[in-house]
Nanobody, 124 residues
Framework: QVQVVESGGGLVQAGGSLRLSCAAS????????MGWFRQAPGKEREFVAA????????YYADSVKGRFSISRDNARNTVYLRMNSLKPEDTAVYYC?????????????????WGQGTQVTVSS
């Protein structure tokens, strides 16, 4: 069983930056691929970014490519999402997820464990 807890959300002006963190429990964290998703009010949950077990492979949604960066520190059991040049349309609850595989993609059903989410609000 893996538990993941997100932190780092908040209110930021358009053009600003935030870094989200996702702390995971369990000694097998380094073998899991990790992902970030988001869900805005009235919309379906959407993929944001994913990272392989080693951090050597990353994958982004087109909407965030070039602005967001996913990374991980396996020694700290933590995944990060650095968000730059934030836009009002980035406003959502951001979720961290863990997949019991070395690599993962953009489909929520690829992921086995989910956090409770952290709110990101970008004002115009």
């Amino acid at each position: 069983q893996v538990q993941v807890v997100e932190s780092g959300g908040g209110l930021v002006q358009a053009g600003g930056s935030l870094r989200l963190s996702c702390a995971a429990s369990g000694r097998t964290f380094s073998s899991y691929a990790m992902g970030w998703f988001r869900q805005a009010p009235g919309k379906e949950r959407e993929f944001v970014a994913a990272i392989s077990w080693s951090g050597g492979s990353t994958y982004y949604a087109d909407s965030v490519k070039g602005r967001f960066s996913i990374s991980r520190d396996n020694a700290r059991n933590t995944v990060y999402l650095r968000m730059n040049s934030l836009k009002p349309e980035d406003t959502a609850v951001y979720y961290c997820a863990a997949a019991r595989s070395s690599y993962s993609g953009s489909y929520p059903n690829e992921y086995d464990y989910w956090g409770q989410g952290t709110q990101v609000t970008v004002s115009s």
